[in-house]
């Protein structure tokens, strides 16, 4: 027997759940029309803003448990939208060349990382990305070295996408 109680709580999950696909990637916001305070009030307070091109600024929100979109929304310097673009694509990614992209570079790019971390042998730092293209999900590596320039970029399939192997495979 559901209660009165039960019943509101239940309508209250649906409510936020479809509130939040609206807010997930901002498409109800209008270029040229919405407000930072609107674009804050759909989207939230954004992880990280940087400085953009002519006054604008870039505000990052990375979306997912782990990250696997990361909007970046343009302000102009009037404080109205410029656009919104998710940036954890692999045509960006392709955009990072080891021995001359900066860390400024790619954090513009791709926005925040989920995780930082250090080489325990190298002194290098490291930053980790997923993202999806179409149906597969992706880990990205970034290094770079003490300097701020990157080093290395690894891509990997994410384990979800390999089925388990069988350990009879191996005999």
């Known amino acids: ?26 498409r109800n916001l209008r270029p040229g029309a919405s407000s930072a305070a609107e674009i ?8 990280e803003k ?7 600024s870039v505000w990052y929100y990375p979306r997912g448990p782990l990250g696997w979109h990361t909007y970046a929304v343009r302000v102009g310097p009037d404080g109205v939208l410029r ?16 021995d001359k992209t900066t860390a400024r570079e790619v954090k ?8 930082v971390s250090r080489l325990p042998l190298k002194p290098r730092e490291v930053w980790e ?3 999806l293209e179409v149906e597969f999900k992706w880990n990205l ?19 979800e996408m390999d089925p388990p192997s069988d350990s009879s495979d191996f005999s």
Request: charged letters at 15%; hydrophobic letters at 45%; aromatic letters at 8%.
């Open 1 to 26: 027997m559901i209660t009165r109680a039960g019943c509101w709580l239940t309508a209250a999950a649906v409510a936020a759940l479809g509130a939040g696909c609206a807010w997930y990637d901002g």
């Open 40 to 47: 804050e009030s759909t989207m939230g307070k954004p992880a």
């Open 50 to 56: 940087l400085p953009g091109p002519a006054g604008e």
């Open 83 to 98: 656009g919104i673009e998710q940036r954890l694509t692999v045509e960006n990614v392709k955009l990072i060349q080891p």
């Open 108 to 115: 513009e790019l791709l926005g925040p990382p989920i995780s």
């Open 129 to 131: 990305y997923q993202f």
């Open 141 to 159: 590596w970034v290094q770079f070295s003490q300097d701020g320039v990157v080093r290395e970029v690894l891509q990997m399939r994410h384990p």
